[in-house]
C-alpha cells in the first residue's frame, strides 16, 4: 500500500525502489511487551524446573517399590506418563 502511494506520488515504478518499514512503539507500549518476554521466560524456567522435580518424585516412588500406576495415582498422571518420567529421570541420571 505504501509501495503503491510512493510509486503514484512520484510516477516512478513500484519495483525501482526499496521500502522499510519500522513500527516505533509508545515507551509504556514496549515496556509491556518487554515484561511479558521477561514473564513468559521465567514460565519457561518454572515449567521445566517442574517437569524435573515430576520426574524425580516418580523415579524416588518407583524406587521405593510402588508399582507404576501407584505412582501414576500419586503424581495425578496415567501409569504411562508415570513410566515416561521414570524413563526420561533414568536417562538424565545416567
Known amino acids: 500500500m505504501a509501495r503503491d502511494l510512493i510509486a503514484i506520488m512520484d510516477d516512478i515504478s513500484a519495483d525501482s525502489f526499496a ?4 513500527i516505533v ?16 521466560a521465567d514460565a519457561a524456567r518454572s515449567q521445566a524446573q517442574a517437569a524435573a522435580a515430576a520426574r524425580r518424585a516418580a523415579r524416588r516412588l518407583r524406587e521405593q517399590g510402588l508399582p507404576l500406576q501407584d505412582v501414576g495415582r500419586a503424581l495425578g498422571v496415567s501409569f504411562q506418563r508415570a ?3 521414570i524413563d526420561e529421570a533414568d536417562k538424565l541420571a545416567s
Open 19 to 22: 521500502l522499510e518499514v519500522s
Open 83 to 85: 513410566k515416561q518420567l
Open 25 to 40: 512503539l509508545p515507551a509504556d507500549v514496549q515496556s509491556e511487551l518487554d515484561s511479558s518476554a521477561r514473564l513468559r
